[in-house]
């Protein structure tokens, strides 16, 4: 089910939270990609918002594990991937699908 996220894609910065439902994500804007990942590191639970994006990957800044933004890969064995959200864009509106049983 596609949600609308952001009203205007000039509103994105390189790294935005946002609440759909009951889910915290973040909606990342890096060199004209976006991308929509759950706000909360696989590992220990952080808020991934606090990191940075380098080489399409988001660094997470407690222990400096990171994900590949379009597969979740974490960058340790082990580590769960990172939940990615499919996005669309339309007329500038940034549509988030979320299915229910995510
Ligand atoms: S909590 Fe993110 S790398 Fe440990």
């Known amino acids: 089910m596609w949600f609308k996220a952001i009203e205007n894609l000039s509103e994105l910065n390189e790294m935005t939270e946002i609440s759909v439902g009951d889910n915290h994500l973040v909606l990342s804007n890096h060199e004209g990609e976006v991308r929509c990942f759950e ?55 940034i549509y988030v699908e979320i299915n229910p049983d995510q």
């Open 39 to 93: 706000n909360r590191c696989p590992h220990e639970d952080f808020q991934l918002s606090l990191g940075c994006i380098q080489n399409g990957r988001i660094k997470c800044s407690l222990h400096g594990f990171s994900f590949d933004l379009e597969t979740g890969e974490s960058s340790e064995e082990g580590v769960d991937p990172l939940r990615l959200f499919r996005i669309k864009i339309e007329e500038q509106v």
